[in-house]
């Protein structure tokens, strides 16, 4: 079954502007990860966030867990055309294996 | 960094043949891979955890039989779809771990049974 849930499904933007994604997952866990997929493509790892880490930066990404909601937030600043992809969360309860959620689209408009 | 790479990117088969899917880690060995299905938006599913030199572990609902994982050495693993059917036409994607928490997935193999 999935873990983590993301929100919204479809996120519309222009150029300029800041992107944030929600995810939120059902068990305990290890880490929490972000993923980018371009269309028809594999994945790519953004950033991991551990589950004593409270907040991460990396470049223009920001993410954010929360253990006590068991949710995580994605924001992308300064957002791209570049930037347009799928954005996945995925969760570790302490074994190599990851359960994915179940997506965000993000459409950057020039 | 490390370079997963897939092949055959694309495939078109006929109903009842079998496909397979190579997926090799070019920068480094590992002893566990894991394979991925992806139906059209909507995420990755674990379907099988490979383990170099021992029989694959399979996620619940995922046909053993259908689904031939073969970890030939640390670099290579391979998918074989037996008798594959129109409901198998999907994106596959494979992983390699590096460490314990992370890993390097492959670019994905799109497979349309016809």
């Known amino acids: 079954s999935q873990q983590g849930e993301e929100d919204p499904q479809a996120l519309s933007i222009q150029e300029g502007e800041n992107a944030t994604m929600n995810c939120s997952y059902k068990t305990s866990i290890n880490n929490l990860q972000w993923y980018r997929q371009n269309s028809g493509r594999g994945l790519v790892h953004l950033i991991l966030i551990r589950s004593n880490e409270r907040e991460k930066h990396s470049g223009r990404l920001r993410v954010t867990l929360d253990t006590s909601k068991k949710s995580s937030s994605l924001l992308i600043t300064a957002s791209r055309a570049a930037d347009t992809a799928s954005y996945f969360c995925?969760?570790?309860?302490?074994?190599?294996?990851?359960?994915f959620g179940k997506g965000t689209m993000l459409l950057v408009s020039p | 960094g490390a370079v997963v790479s897939q092949h055959p990117s694309r495939v078109i088969c006929k109903s009842g043949t079998s496909v397979k899917i190579e997926c090799r880690s070019l920068?480094?060995?590992?002893?566990?891979m894991f394979w991925y299905r992806q139906f059209p938006k909507q995420s990755l599913m674990l379907m099988a955890t490979?383990?170099?030199?021992?029989?694959?572990?399979?996620e619940q609902g995922v046909e053993k039989d259908k689904f031939l994982i073969n970890h030939a050495s640390l670099t290579l693993s391979t998918l074989t779809v037996t008798s594959a059917h129109p409901e198998d036409s999907s994106f596959y994607i494979c992983s390699f771990p590096p460490e314990l928490y992370e890993q390097y997935f492959g670019p994905g193999t799109r497979l349309t049974v016809t």
């Open positions: 995925a969760t570790s309860s302490g074994y190599s294996t990851l359960t």
């Open positions: 490979s383990n170099e030199g021992s029989k694959a572990t399979y």
């Open positions: 920068d480094f060995q590992a002893t566990t």
